[in-house]
T-cell receptor, first 110, second 116 residues
Framework: LAKTTQPISMDSYEGQEVNITCSHNNIATNDYITWYQQFPSQGPRFIIQGYKTKVTNEVASLFIPADRKSSTLSLPRVSLSDTAVYYCLVGDILNNDMRFGAGTRLTVKP | DAGVIQSPRHEVTEMGQEVTLRCKPISGHDYLFWYRQTMMRGLELLIYFNNNVPIDDSGMPEDRFSAKMPNASFSTLKIQPSEPRDSAVYFC??????????????FGEGSRLTVL
């Protein structure tokens, strides 16, 4: 069971780039790395998923080093609406491992 | 697609009463998950199903909790009898499987349960 460690909270300002790092030292060969965003009173929402190197989509980038023991979610030019809790999930459905960690509470200030 | 649909959105009940939460997954998704979220314990996985069969229920807190998935389009999470410590937001999520791309969960809006 790959456990994850994330900072409990982060603060940023509008327009800045935000990088949230997740440590997962015990990641298994088959595990993917998935990031979710959760706003108050809503369910978590998928942001991005990767296995290795770099993945980019319209909202974020995910950087995964060669050893895969950590990953970094990068949010470019955040706005107030990006204030949310961000979860790093490391696992694979086929290995019965879809458990969330504590998440990082990101607060974007004007 | 309408997404994962949960009901009720809010439920207030008294200790000892039976509570039934319902979930309709996204059509075609093979996996269904039940999570519970509280401030103290965060987002906890309770149980999940694959093709309507329970695969892992190790997260179910105790015998008062039970979950069923009688068909591919419906699941229930039942608490009997309910206790104040069961107060939480219960999320249902579903997921497709394709190739090796796993782990994308689609969550419902949640059911907020308050047990007095």
């Amino acid at each position: 069971l790959a456990k994850t460690t994330q900072p409990i909270s982060m603060d940023s300002y509008e327009g800045q780039e935000v990088n949230i790092t997740c440590s997962h030292n015990n990641i298994a060969t088959n595990d993917y790395i998935t990031w979710y965003q959760q706003f108050p009173s809503q369910g978590p929402r998928f942001i991005i998923q990767g296995y290795k190197t770099k993945v980019t989509n319209e909202v974020a980038s995910l950087f995964i080093p060669a050893d895969r023991k950590s990953s970094t979610l990068s949010l470019p030019r955040v706005s107030l609406s990006d204030t949310a809790v961000y979860y790093c999930l490391v696992g694979d459905i086929l290995n019965n491992d879809m458990r969330f960690g504590a998440g990082t509470r990101l607060t974007v200030k004007p | 697609d309408a997404g994962v649909i949960q009901s009720p959105r809010h439920e207030v009940t008294e200790m000892g009463q039976e509570v039934t939460l319902r979930c309709k997954p996204i059509s075609g998704h093979d996996y269904l998950f039940w999570y519970r979220q509280t401030m103290m314990r965060g987002l906890e996985l309770l149980i999940y199903f694959n093709n309507n069969v329970p695969i892992d229920d190790s997260g179910m807190p105790e015998d008062r909790f039970s979950a069923k998935m009688p068909n591919a389009s419906f699941s229930t999470l039942k608490i009997q009898p309910s206790e104040p410590r069961d107060s939480a937001v219960y999320f249902c999520a579903s997921s497709p499987i394709w190739g090796r791309n796993t782990g994308e969960l689609f969550f419902g809006e949640g059911s907020r349960l308050t047990v007095l």
